[in-house]
């Protein structure tokens, strides 16, 4: 059973940093992709940024660009994270992590609160 486990949030004030991390198991198969996704109230779902497993391309949103990180622990490959610098009072939300492949697969959220 694939089980994800996001943590690191928290409180910040606007221009500090925080580093998100998604713990992973259970994952079984070679090529999934892994995600960050945030949802502010009242706002839509945004995905904050993917990575693929296989071939490791990155995207990022519009917002995050230049500020945000998506990164995986290539050595024991059960961990990826996301290291969110120059926080915007508007970052805040709640972030998910997310694996796809073929089925999705979600972690809890872990609340971010950048404060001005």
């Known amino acids: 059973e694939v089980q994800l486990q996001a943590s690191g949030g928290g409180l910040v004030q606007a221009g500090g940093s925080l580093r998100l991390s998604c713990a992973v198991s259970?994952?079984?198969?070679?090529?999934?992709?892994m995600s960050w996704i945030r949802q502010a109230p009242g706002k839509e779902r945004e995905v904050v940024s993917c990575?693929?497993?296989?071939?490791?391309?990155?995207?990022y949103g519009n917002s995050v660009k230049g500020r945000f990180t998506i990164s995986s622990d290539s050595n024991t490959e059960n961990a990826f994270f996301l290291q969110m610098n120059s926080l915007k009072p508007e970052d805040s939300a709640v972030y998910y992590c997310?694996?796809?492949?073929?089925?999705?697969?979600w972690g809890q959220g872990t609340q971010v609160t950048v404060s001005s």
């Open positions: 990575m693929s497993k296989s071939d490791g391309s990155i995207y």
């Open positions: 997310r694996v796809f492949s073929g089925r999705d697969y």
């Open positions: 259970g994952i079984t198969f070679d090529d999934y992709a």
